[in-house]
Structures are given as structure tokens and as C-alpha cells.
């Protein structure tokens, strides 16, 4: 590594739990209602350059949407266990624009991860790293500023789905 550095540091992150004495699949579909998947074509916008009307399409999408999903459940029949789990990524690309307007490498957390599992004998969990302390490591005020705006809203989302 002649040409490269490499450097590490701690960070301090508050991970967030929220229980759901609702079914997974009444929890799981309250979510997918309330954060819809992302209009993919946003995203062809902006690769061709039409970046007033892909503004215009986001102004108009809801606080969060759903950017993708796995199914984490699924790959434990690997092991032969059975647990229902899936991992959401949920963001909004003008909030991370926000973001990593001020500090590029926000953009490594952004949309969050959302783990949504079996709780229980029938209930369900909601479990992520709380945005303003994973984007608070870049001590950006702009950032920080945005991230807690981004805490009340996914918070807000999540227990919403949770009840």
C-alpha cells in the first residue's frame, strides 16, 4: 500500500428499537403504505442531465421512501433456521442531498437501514442506527442540522408502521 493510507476511528452510535405487538405482516405492509417504493425514473432525470424536473418529481414524493429491500430471513434457511427479516433501505434524495452538499461522505449512510424482524412469538421490531449519531461523526453543523430533522421523521415513519 505504497500509494494509499488507511486510517480508522471510533465512533459512537445509538442503535434504536422499536417493538410492534402487531403480526410482521401487518407491520410490513403499514410500512410499504406509508414510504412507498422510489420512482426509479428520478433517477434517469438525473443521469440525463433534467435535474429542474427531477427536483420537481422529489418535492413532491413523501418525507421517506423505500430505496430497496432484502430479504435477511431468507438467507438464514441457509442454516436451516426460519426467522422473517428484512432489511430496508429508506431515505429521501433531497435529505441526502442536504447532507452531502456540506460532507461528500455522508452519502456513505444514506438512505439509512432499516432491519424489520419477528419479535416474539407473533409481534415485530423495528432496528437502525439513529441518524444524527451516525452523521453527527462528520461534526457538521449543516449535516447535524438535517440528520435530527431525518431522526423525527424516520422515528415518526417507523412508529406509525409499529402501531
Known amino acids: 500500500m505504497a500509494n494509499a493510507m488507511y486510517s480508522t476511528r471510533t465512533i ?9 405487538t402487531k403480526t410482521f405482516d401487518d407491520v410490513r405492509a403499514k410500512l410499504e403504505s406509508l414510504a ?17 424536473r427531477a427536483l420537481r418529481e422529489l418535492q413532491a414524493c413523501p418525507a421517506l421512501t ?3 429491500q432484502r430479504d435477511h ?9 426460519s426467522h422473517r427479516s428484512i432489511q430496508y433501505d ?5 435529505t441526502a442531498s442536504k447532507m ?5 461522505s455522508a452519502g456513505l449512510y444514506a438512505p439509512i437501514r432499516v432491519l424489520l424482524r419477528e419479535s ?7 432496528e437502525y442506527d439513529r441518524p444524527a449519531s451516525v452523521f453527527g461523526q462528520f461534526g457538521n453543523e449543516d449535516v447535524n442540522i ?16 409499529a402501531s
Not at 431468507?74 to 433456521?81: E, K, Q, S, Y
Not at 429508506?90 to 433531497?94: D, E, H, K, R, V
Not at 416474539?120 to 423495528?126: H, L, P, T, Y
Not at 438535517?146 to 408502521?161: C, F, G, I, K, M
Open 120 to 126: 416474539g412469538d407473533r409481534g415485530a421490531m423495528f
Open 100 to 104: 452531502t452538499r456540506h460532507q461528500l
Open 146 to 161: 438535517v440528520a435530527q430533522q431525518l431522526d423525527r421523521d424516520l422515528r415518526a415513519l417507523l412508529e406509525a408502521a
Open 36 to 52: 412507498p417504493q422510489i420512482d426509479q425514473g428520478i433517477f434517469t432525470l438525473l443521469r440525463y442531465r433534467e435535474s429542474t
Open 66 to 68: 423505500i430505496f430497496g
Open 73 to 81: 430471513g431468507a438467507l438464514l434457511t441457509i442454516a436451516g433456521l
Open 12 to 20: 459512537s452510535i445509538e442503535h434504536v428499537t422499536i417493538i410492534s
Open 90 to 94: 429508506i431515505g429521501n434524495p433531497l
